[in-house]
């Protein structure tokens, strides 16, 4: 007997079954990973960090042979390689792009064209405006935490 899923935003924003994300972690988000979390109905972001463009391309091959899931690719703008390895992601048109530590409204603009979804991770609320108000992100969602 088949797990039920849940309804949440983030089940109904990436078309997965449970709202469990696992983060592009460098050296452990790997093809596998991604796609073993996909398959058990989260999203799996790759870590595409201290992956090469060519790395990136065949990892996403590598995904989608083992997973017709929902999958991402986590993309840190400040590291060396993450422009082209983003354009690899939107070449590919990888379903979910995680963009974080720098300014991606180019990567949203063109995942949006096919239909991508852009999660932006941020340090903090100041972020998470800027992130909301540049339309970036798929679906707006800050909460406010009082102390």
């Known amino acids: 007997m088949a797990a039920p899923s849940m309804a949440t935003r983030i089940t109904r924003m990436f078309g997965c079954r449970y709202p469990i994300v696992l983060p592009g972690m460098s050296w452990i988000s790997d093809a596998r990973l991604v796609a073993a979390v996909s398959n058990a109905g989260g ?31 986590g993309c840190t703008l400040m590291m ?8 690899v992601a939107l070449e590919e048109e990888v379903p979910i792009i995680n963009i ?12 949006k064209m096919y239909g991508g979804k852009i999660l932006a991770t941020v340090t903090n609320a100041r972020h998470a405006k800027s992130a909301i108000d540049s339309g970036k992100v798929s679906e ?3 909460r ?3 102390r």
């Open 100 to 111: 974080s530590l720098g300014k991606g409204e180019w990567i949203a603009e063109r995942a």
């Open 144 to 146: 406010r935490y009082s």
């Open 140 to 142: 707006p969602y800050l």
């Open 80 to 87: 060396p390689g993450a422009r082209e390895n983003a354009k």
């Open 43 to 73: 999203v799996g972001l790759l870590a595409t960090g201290p992956l090469s463009p060519n790395m990136t391309r065949g990892a996403i091959k590598e995904i989608r042979r083992l997973t017709d899931e929902p999958f991402g690719i």
